[in-house]
């Protein structure tokens, strides 16, 4: 098993940054793929950005692009999410996902183990 912790999240202002983090435990050797999906108030939850095994491949969303960075320090079992000049359509609640793969993937099917999620908060 696999878990999953998600830390970092909170209010922030339009325009401003955060940090989000994902901490794995457990038998991580099975963790590979890591992805960043949100939940809106009121919407479907939604992938945001997602990053292979060896840090070289991410993938994001359209509306985060230029804006947020994914990457990964494997010595520590940790996924970050930098998001910068954030608007207040990113006011979602932020899941950290993992998966057996080392590819990346969009698809939330794709992954096999999800943290608890953090709200993020974004005041203009």
């Known amino acids: 098993q696999v878990q999953l912790v998600e830390s970092g999240g909170g209010l922030g202002q339009a325009g401003g940054s955060l940090r989000l983090s994902c901490a794995a435990s457990g038998d991580t050797s099975m963790a590979y793929g890591r992805g960043w999906f949100r939940r809106a108030p009121g919407k479907d939850r939604e992938f945001v950005a997602a990053?292979?095994?060896?840090?070289?491949?991410?993938d994001y969303t359209d509306s985060v692009k230029g804006r947020f960075n994914i990457s990964r320090d494997n010595a520590k079992n940790t996924v970050y999410l930098q998001m910068n000049s954030l608007k207040s359509d990113d006011t979602a609640v932020y899941y950290c996902?993992?998966?057996?793969?080392?590819?990346?993937?969009?698809?939330?099917?794709?992954?096999?183990?999800w943290g608890q999620g953090t709200q993020v908060t974004v005041s203009s």
């Open positions: 996902a993992a998966a057996r793969y080392e590819g990346v993937s969009i698809m939330s099917d794709a992954y096999e183990w």
């Open positions: 990053i292979g095994w060896s840090g070289r491949y991410t």
